[in-house]
């Protein structure tokens, strides 16, 4: 048995999600006609109270596109420094968009109100121009932990204040719904944009989604077309993100639990001096000094646990879709037994 925690992203589509893939209408959705992709479209805009949405191969395309629509050549995006748009998406807003970023140092990936207002750049012609915010939630190197939806208010607030759009990296937002019990309309009133990944927590085998004004998504569709998004029968996939947003967010408190479980069996093992605090699916450890990550994720790919490198000393562990509670069992005796 091999136990693979290097992401969520790893999901094979359930039996029950490949029967209602195989039985959707499709079309072609560059022509927007593929009925499915249509009907997700509709059901994720009305979901998060938007106007609008677009369907998407990936979670880098939404946020590159949104970054793309609410930015011109020569802003600058402000964002936290452990931000996936920044570290983890090609030097994209760079190459695609030509803007700067001004990095921020938050709360395990979180930044606030203050940093957002301290930051903002004056009407100088030596400086760009400050014209989007971009939070991440939950925050992927900050061991999936996540925002105060009260914080976030007050960043919109500087936000309106000073003309700038939000933008939400929502990758795996509903992890964090999960846990505050907050609703996706409450965050559709705030943010311009919201990304958000079907990929990931909630187990399709591809595809994300872009949420915004009809205005907006209109714009974004162009901006897909360039960058190479356009597809056809995309239906199919479709599909399995509507039965997700259907049957698979409440479940996902079953991959927090499992998360905590793999936390103290992590807080148990010699080679571990720091475990970040766990939020939701995501473990993130430090290893003791003198020793690599490299080498330890291979130590333990050896005993068949799959984990990725998270740095020259830190290690990610990542619960899902298709991790159950033998899998837990078994990797607690080749992890701290063994």
Request: proline share 3%.
């Amino acid at each position: 048995m091999t136990i693979d925690l290097r992401s969520d992203t790893l999901t094979r589509p359930t039996k029950e999600m490949l029967e209602t893939m195989f039985a959707a209408p499709v079309g072609d959705d560059v022509f927007q006609d593929d009925p499915t992709v249509n009907a997700l479209e509709e059901k994720a805009a009305r979901l998060f109270g938007y106007e609008a949405a677009l369907f998407c191969p990936s979670g880098t395309m939404t946020n590159q596109i949104a970054i793309k629509v609410h930015t011109t050549p020569g802003d600058e995006v402000i964002c936290d420094a452990l931000s996936h748009i920044y570290l983890y998406e090609g030097g994209g807003m760079m190459s695609n968009s030509l803007v700067s970023a001004t990095l921020l140092t938050g709360d395990y990936g979180r930044i606030n109100a203050e940093q957002v207002r301290d930051s903002i750049k004056a009407d100088d012609i030596h400086a760009p121009i400050s014209r989007l915010v971009s939070l991440e939630n939950t925050v992927n190197k900050g061991g999936g932990c996540f925002y105060d939806l009260t914080e976030i208010q007050r960043i919109k607030t500087v936000c309106v204040e000073n003309g700038l759009s939000l933008h939400l990296d929502g990758a795996r937002l509903f992890n964090a719904l999960i846990e505050t019990g907050e609703s996706p309309a409450q965050y559709g009133e705030v943010f311009d944009s919201i990304s958000i990944c079907l990929s990931k927590g909630l187990g399709c085998p591809v595809g994300s989604l872009l949420l915004g004004t009809k205005e907006f998504i209109k714009k974004s569709r162009r901006v897909r077309k360039r960058f190479g998004g356009g597809w056809r029968q995309a239906g199919y996939l479709a599909a399995a993100g509507i039965y997700a947003l259907d049957h698979h967010v409440n479940r996902l408190k079953e991959d927090h639990q499992r998360a905590k479980v793999i936390e103290g069996m992590v807080r148990r093992v010699p080679e571990v001096v720091e475990v970040l605090p766990v939020h939701t699916n995501i473990v993130i450890f430090q290893l003791a000094e003198g020793l690599l990550a490299t080498d330890y994720v291979q130590k333990l790919n050896e005993k068949g646990i799959r984990c990725a490198v998270f740095g020259k000393d830190k290690v990610r562990m990542v619960t899902h879709l298709d991790l159950h509670d033998d899998h837990l069992e078994e990797l607690e005796r080749r992890l701290v037994v063994s």
